[in-house]
Nanobody, 124 residues
Framework: QVQLVESGGKLVQAGGSLRLSCAAS????????MGWFRQAPGNEREFVAA????????NYADSVKGRFSIARDNAKNTVYLQMNSLKPEDTADYYC?????????????????WGQGTQVTVSS
């Protein structure tokens, strides 16, 4: 089992950048495919990005391709989401999620473990 804690969310102006981090407990972090999802008020949770256990494979939502980048450091038990060229529509609570083994899924129900979320607000 793994516990996930997100950090790095804050208020930022449109066009700015932000890096989110998700720290995982345990010694088997490298066994987990990791993903980032987000949920804006009144909206369903949506996929943002995912990364394979080794980091060799990634997957992105069309809405963030070319602007966001997911990475992981298995030695530090941490997955990151670098967000550039932020837009007001990126405003949401951002969650990291993990699943043992797995693939770079974009479907939230395939992830077993979730963090509490970190809030990102992009002002226009």
């Amino acid at each position: 089992q793994v516990q996930l804690v997100e950090s790095g969310g804050k208020l930022v102006q449109a066009g700015g950048s932000l890096r989110l981090s998700c720290a995982a407990s345990g010694r088997t972090f490298g066994s987990y495919t990791m993903g980032w999802f987000r949920q804006a008020p009144g909206n369903e949770r949506e996929f943002v990005a995912a990364i394979s256990r080794s980091g060799a494979m990634t997957n992105y939502a069309d809405s963030v391709k070319g602007r966001f980048s997911i990475a992981r450091d298995n030695a530090k038990n941490t997955v990151y989401l670098q967000m550039n060229s932020l837009k007001p529509e990126d405003t949401a609570d951002y969650y990291c999620a993990g699943v043992v083994g797995g693939n770079v899924y974009y479907t939230s129900r395939l992830y077993n473990y979730w963090g509490q979320g970190t809030q990102v607000t992009v002002s226009s």
